[in-house]
T-cell receptor, first 110, second 116 residues
Framework: KNQVEQSPQSLIILEGKNCTLQ??????????LRWYKQDTGRGPVSLTI?????NTKSNGRYTATLDADTKQSSLHITASQLSDSASYIC?????????FGAGTRLTVKP | ETGVTQTPRHLVMGMTNKKSLKCEQH?????MYWYKQSAKKPLELMFV???????ENNSVPSRFSPECPNSSHLFLHLHTLQPEDSALYLC???????????????FGSGTRLTVV
């Protein structure tokens, strides 16, 4: 069964600190992996997309990594800001199927 | 704004009411979707439309009825809902159905539905 598991379920950090969110998947055959950011009361917005051959992809303070062998991805946030408070959703695509993780709820406190 | 607009943003309805959710996209996309998002659960795909034709219906109860009059508009008609239907309903569009193409899905801001 194609699954996407994210951890932790929620995370609280202080402003300025770094954090890493995890995504493990069993989706096969793998096509690509996206990280979305969802602010409260808004729809998800794409942060990064990685295909099988890509190990890392950056978008400002966000850096995503992908290990296709172990089927793991991480999203690293550097020097967190209050505006980073949101849910982060990992989405893994097979060739004609998309699977969503339940998300990690990140709260950045001053 | 992402290019996908949903109205209303919030809706409270009784179990005997009939209401409709509206979604509009101006991105020239060919596929549109309805998703249900409940707390701490992954997004659940409800309906997929490709070029105004429904291509997928994920065993959604008949109290949810989609309508796609053209490639830019999508509706979700609601009637005799249950309290467990309370959730955030997200509309999305993509260049093509399935995994969405190179740019993936563009989501609207959602309608927060509360059934009382």
């Amino acid at each position: 069964k194609n699954q996407v598991e994210q951890s932790p379920q929620s995370l609280i950090i202080l402003e300025g600190k770094n954090c890493t969110l995890q995504c493990n998947y069993t989706v096969s055959p793998f096509s690509n992996l996206r990280w979305y950011k969802q602010d409260t009361g808004r729809g998800p917005v794409s942060l990064t997309i990685m295909t099988f051959s890509e190990n890392t992809k950056s978008n400002g303070r966000y850096t995503a990594t992908l290990d296709a062998d172990t089927k793991q991805s991480s999203l690293h946030i550097t020097a967190s800001q209050l505006s980073d408070s949101a849910s982060y959703i990992c989405v893994v695509s097979a060739y004609n199927d998309m699977r969503f993780g339940a998300g990690t709820r990140l709260t950045v406190k001053p | 704004e992402t290019g996908v607009t949903q109205t209303p943003r919030h809706l409270v309805m009784g179990m005997t009411n009939k209401k409709s959710l509206k979604c509009e996209q101006h991105l020239g996309h060919n596929a549109m979707y309805w998703y249900k998002q409940s707390a701490k659960k992954p997004l659940e795909l409800m309906f997929v439309y490709s070029l105004e034709e429904r291509v997928e219906n994920n065993s959604v109860p008949s109290r949810f009825s989609p309508e796609c009059p053209n490639s830019s508009h999508l509706f979700l008609h609601l009637h005799t809902l249950q309290p467990e239907d309370s959730a955030l309903y997200l509309c999305a569009s993509s260049q093509r159905p399935g995994t969405g193409g190179s740019y993936g899905y563009t989501f609207g801001s959602g309608t927060r539905l509360t059934v009382v």
